[in-house]
């Protein structure tokens, strides 16, 4: 719908997520692809599970392997589904996950980090076998 509440994009999916970076992953028949906001396919489904597009990217996942898209659909990164250890998080979400909620200044006032806005740089893919971090950065595909 659209902000004055009429229908913008007839529906025609079985399940459709938010809009982020003009995209947004929709189901039909049990996979994923992307609509842009004008409701057309600009990704086919073909994925069994996708995310938000994040800096360029978004992580998705078919039954032969996960990784990260472009707005295109072309992986920048792709590993094997088979026993899949890689987990994909965006740098932002990442960083305020694993780092801590606040911290205190030299004069005792607490910064809260969730107030400031960090560039969106990339997604970080975590090892979870080895416990290696690594980024993939945005227009880099590396």
């Known amino acids: 719908m659209d902000k004055n509440f009429k229908v913008a994009i ?7 997520e938010n809009f982020s970076e003009g995209y947004a992953a929709v189901m039909k028949s049990n996979l994923w692809g ?21 800096a360029q990217m978004a992580a998705v996942a078919t039954k032969d392997c ?16 088979k026993n899949s ?3 994909f998080v965006d740098s932002e979400t ?9 911290t205190l200044n030299s004069t005792n006032y607490q910064l809260y980090k969730y ?3 960090f560039p969106k740089f990339g997604y970080v893919v975590i090892d979870k076998k080895s416990n290696k971090v690594g980024l993939v950065l945005k227009g880099q595909g590396k």
Do not use: C, E, H, W
């Not at 007839?10 to 459709?16: L, Y």
């Not at 996960?66 to 589904?81: C, E, N, P, Q, Y």
């Not at 990442?94 to 606040?102: E, G, K, P, Q, T």
């Open 10 to 16: 007839k529906p025609q999916f079985d399940k459709a």
């Open 34 to 54: 992307y609509i842009n906001s004008s409701g057309k396919i600009v990704i086919k489904p073909q994925y069994t599970k996708a995310s938000s597009f994040f």
């Open 66 to 81: 996960v990784g990260l898209i472009d707005t295109k659909g072309r992986f920048v990164v792709k590993f094997s589904a």
């Open 85 to 87: 250890q890689y987990s």
């Open 94 to 102: 990442y960083r305020f996950r694993y780092s801590l909620d606040s």
């Open 115 to 117: 107030t400031l806005k």
